[in-house]
């Protein structure tokens, strides 16, 4: 145990990649016993999700309902998730489509593997189950959109009621929060043997075969991830005057097993808690990074367009202006159900293959390599929550500071 201590956690993490390939490869008949680590370590990481948003987003309301900023936080929290998730998909969706992305790789793929996943997303009914008709379903549903709904509501309920009397209560879910972040330190220690569970089982369930068609595929969405990694995030953050190297400093082990589970909820709890050790705004945090699970996805953003471009141009099917227009319009609307369904990803997919009429055998084809590609869009997603936290909480600060100099500058 000492010798594991003296570890690194992300060296943990990559022996733990290594050695899942290898059981994976050459001992398959394991692989119930790895899908049983995989499982469990999600499951309980998915345990403590809910039971931890819940109280969380509830003090997060009562603390800006106090300070009668309630709206103007919520305005600025939507306007930037929707406008720079939008700019990212036109621009990746464009250059990949212009660029030839997935020209001459058309390959067969068995459609079989997307049976039982939806293939279609109304818009109407996703805003509808926003409003849960029943609490407890929402919990037990792990509904997370549905649970910050009445999260908010029930802290609205609770600013208006008063904060002195509301006291108790807020206490004791401060002790409750307190108390699951106790709990996450103890799952994430765990971690690597939940990663090599889950890559094993994918490894010797799948194979490496699938992969080698692929190349191309993989190849170019990582140099989309690579290019939001180095280029689009460091342009966003200085554009909002947020340190985005130290950003990346503080959250790198979170970046990194995001990265090695493809589970984003696993850093949550642990993103919430550093974010506010090293300085954030803890309203604005609690409040922003929630909903950004849901609203504020960049790397599925990316994932998406250049998947879309990918079909497109490996079945040489010519897309105008105005249709590419309307693909940016459609992801960007309907990319905000990733988080609220099952295979989120693959069903945004679907959805938009569905209604834009591209072959379904393409995403088929994408789907058999999704492990791989799901890896880097959950970091990139944890990464984009960070910065969008601290730029949000920046144009607060800025707004609150405009009066009082411009006061200054008339006297």
């Given amino acids: 145990m000492a010798t594991i201590k003296r570890i690194g956690f992300p060296y943990q993490l990559l022996i733990a990649l290594v050695l899942a390939v290898i059981f994976g490869n050459f001992l398959p008949i394991a ?12 499951n309980a990481i998915t345990m403590i999700i809910l039971p931890l948003i819940f109280p969380v987003v509830i003090t997060a309301v009562v603390k800006i309902f106090n300070q009668k900023s309630f709206g ?6 939507f306007v930037y998730f929707f406008v720079i998730t939008t700019i990212i998909i036109a621009l990746f969706l464009l250059a990949a489509y212009y660029f030839g992305f997935g020209t001459g790789t058309h390959a067969s793929a068995n459609v079989s593997s997307l049976k039982g996943i939806g293939t279609s997303i109304n818009l109407w009914t996703f805003l509808a189950s926003i409003v849960p008709a029943n609490i407890i ?9 549905s649970v910050i709904f009445f999260a908010i509501v029930l ?3 609770l600013g208006a009621y008063g904060p002195a009397k509301a006291k108790p209560l807020l206490n004791l879910f401060d002790i409750w929060i307190e108390a699951l972040y106790k709990i996450t330190d103890f799952i994430i220690k765990l971690s690597p043997i939940g990663i090599f569970g889950i890559i094993a089982h994918d490894v010797s369930s799948v ?11 993989i190849v170019g969405l ?4 690579a290019a939001l990694l180095l280029i689009v995030f460091p342009i966003i953050a200085s554009i909002y005057r947020v340190p985005y190297l130290a950003t990346l400093r503080e959250i790198r082990d979170l970046f990194t097993l995001a990265f090695f589970t493809g589970s984003s909820s696993v850093v949550l709890p642990k993103l919430l808690e550093r974010l506010k050790s090293n300085g954030a705004s803890q309203t604005v945090t609690d409040f922003v990074i929630p909903l950004g699970y849901t609203f504020n996805l960049e790397g599925a953003t990316v994932y998406l367009s250049l998947a879309v471009a990918f079909v497109a141009n490996s079945y040489n099917l010519s897309l105008s202006l105005a249709t590419l227009a309307t693909i940016v319009l459609l992801l960007t609307f309907i990319s905000k159900t990733i988080a609220t369904v099952p295979s989120g990803a693959i069903v945004v997919l679907l ?3 569905t209604q834009l009429g591209l072959p379904k055998e393409g995403v088929a084809l994408i789907f058999a390599v999704d492990f791989f590609a799901n890896a880097g869009r959950t970091a990139l997603n944890v990464l984009g929550n ?6 949000i909480e920046g144009q607060l600060q800025a707004t609150a500071t405009k009066p009082i100099s411009s006061k200054l500058a008339n006297e």
């Fill in 31 to 42: 692989d119930s016993f790895y899908n049983l680590l995989g499982t469990v370590f999600i």
């Fill in 72 to 77: 103007h936080i919520l305005l600025k929290t």
């Fill in 137 to 145: 379903k929402a919990f037990s549903d792990n509904n997370l959109l």
């Fill in 155 to 157: 802290g609205l309920g």
């Fill in 207 to 217: 194979g490496t075969s699938e992969l080698v068609s692929l190349v191309t595929f």
């Fill in 222 to 225: 990582y140099v989309g991830y």
């Fill in 351 to 353: 959805a938009t293959a």
């Fill in 386 to 391: 960070a910065i969008a936290a601290k730029a």
